[in-house]
């Protein structure tokens, strides 16, 4: 179990836990929060808990905070919020969203594997 730290606007931190999840090519359902699906190199991250948007960051093994990974802006449709990256190398990985307003939508550890 590893612990990821988010510092709002505001100041203040919020830790997150994170659960570890093996995943290769399919969709991640560990955090009802949160929905992740890898497709070769892209990772696709949507969530319904952010309607007025928000920030996503897909943070790779060792790196330990929102801060250190790659971050996206959630794109906002009138059902669902979501953010992909692409060319995302083999590794383990964890997706973190976090709502406008500092509310953590939800967590997901999954590992992307050879392709």
Known sequence: MGSFQFASRAGSVLAVSVVSLALAGSSAT??????????GTTVQ???TACPKGGNASLI??????????R??????DSLR??????????GRYTVIV???????AGTKSFTVGPR
């Open 60 to 69: 790779r093994y060792p790196q330990a905070n929102f801060a250190q990974g």
């Open 98 to 104: 976090v709502c406008n307003g500092g509310t953590t």
């Open 45 to 47: 991250v949507s969530t």
């Open 71 to 76: 971050q996206a802006q959630l794109t906002v």
């Open 30 to 39: 560990a955090d009802p929060g949160i929905s992740v699906t890898v497709r």
């Open 81 to 90: 919020q979501s953010a992909s990256w692409n060319n995302v190398k083999q």
